[in-house]
Nanobody
C-alpha cells in the first residue's frame, strides 16, 4: 500500500507564510508526479503546483510569485512554501501523487487526507 501524509497547515494572518509537507511511504517503485491541490468551500478542487511526469512544474496563476514547490526525492517528500498569503488562499490543501507500486507496476493516483489552511485576522 501507499500513504501520503501531509503536515504544516494552520491559521495564519494575511501576509504571513506557511510551509506544507507531504511524505509518500509504502511499496513505491517510482513516483511519476507529485504536487498540491486545494479546495475552498463551494469551489472545485484546483491545481496549486506540481512536479509532473513530463518534467514541468505548473503553478496556478493565482499563486505564481508567492508559492514555491520543492521536493526531496530521497525522502519521497514534496513541500509547498506559501508566502504573502491572502484570505482567498484559505482552503483544504491536498497532496497528490501518481505512483507505481512494486508488484502491480501500474501507475495509480493517490491523495492525502488534506490539511486546512486558513488565512485570516
Amino acid at each position: 500500500q501507499v500513504q501520503l501524509v501531509e503536515s504544516g497547515g494552520g491559521l495564519v494572518q494575511p501576509g504571513g507564510s506557511l510551509r506544507l509537507s507531504c511524505a509518500a511511504s509504502g511499496s513505491i517503485f517510482r513516483i511519476n508526479g507529485m504536487g498540491w491541490y486545494r479546495q475552498a468551500p463551494g469551489k472545485q478542487r484546483e491545481l496549486v503546483a506540481a512536479f509532473t511526469s513530463g518534467g514541468t512544474t505548473p503553478y496556478a496563476d493565482s499563486v505564481k510569485g508567492r508559492f514555491t514547490i520543492s521536493r526531496d526525492s530521497a525522502k519521497n517528500t514534496v513541500y509547498l512554501q506559501m508566502s504573502s498569503l491572502k484570505p482567498e488562499d484559505t482552503a483544504v490543501y491536498y497532496c497528490n501523487a501518481n505512483i507505481i507500486r512494486y508488484g502491480p507496476y501500474l501507475p495509480t493516483d493517490y491523495w492525502g487526507q488534506g490539511t486546512q489552511v486558513t488565512v485570516s485576522y
